[in-house]
Each structure stands twice: as C-alpha cells, then as structure tokens.
C-alpha cells in the first residue's frame, strides 16, 4: 500500500502532528474488510493531508530548530551588568510572568 503524503518535507516530521485522512478515519470509514490487503480485497492507495495547523507547527518546530540554543550576545551582557552592579532583579515582574506561564500552560 502506497501513502501520498502532502505537505511533509522530511520523514521525521509527520511526528509534530496529527494527520487526517481523507473521508474520516481510514480503518472506520471502509468497513471491516473492504479494500484491505489482508482480506483479500483490491489494495488502493491512502494518502495523508496535514491539516493547516500541523503544517504551521511543522513550520515554527523548523525556524526554532535554526535559533542558537543560548543567545551568547544577552548573556555577555547581563554578565557585564551583573559584574558592573547595574543587574536589577525586579521581583514583581517575575512573579507575573511566572503566573502568566502557569495560566497559559494549565489551559
């Protein structure tokens, strides 16, 4: 059985996403042997659209794969301004953002 697979760059990408076969739900949508190898039907061919939000994530998992994992720039600059005693931690700022990472996460 041959798998059409549109929209796939790469083999290990179809892994980012969920695929959607065309007409449901291929192994509900035939019937318990209608055109299956193994039962002794005529095989035919599936294919495989990603739906669009797979394919944007697919895109964005691509762009992050291509960003340094550290920003060397940023820390040589805290590091100066922590050496130079200019680093100001603000403790309220953080304490939201940490919430807002909470709420967004647990959604």
Not at 17 to 40: F, K
Not at 52 to 69: G, H, K, S, T, Y
């Amino acid at each position: 059985m041959a798998i059409d697979f549109k929209g796939i760059n790469s083999p290990n990408q179809n892994q980012t996403g969920v695929a959607q076969s065309r007409g449901g739900d291929a192994a509900s949508s035939r019937g318990p042997s209608a055109n299956r190898p193994d039962a002794g039907g005529n095989s035919t061919d599936d294919t495989v659209e990603l739906s669009p939000a797979v394919q944007v994530l697919q895109q964005l998992e691509a762009n992050i794969r291509d960003l340094p994992e550290v920003n060397q720039q940023r820390v040589e600059e805290i590091r100066t301004a922590i050496a130079e005693g200019r680093f100001e931690i603000n403790a309220e700022r953080i304490a939201a953002k940490l919430v807002n990472l909470e709420r967004n996460i647990g959604s």
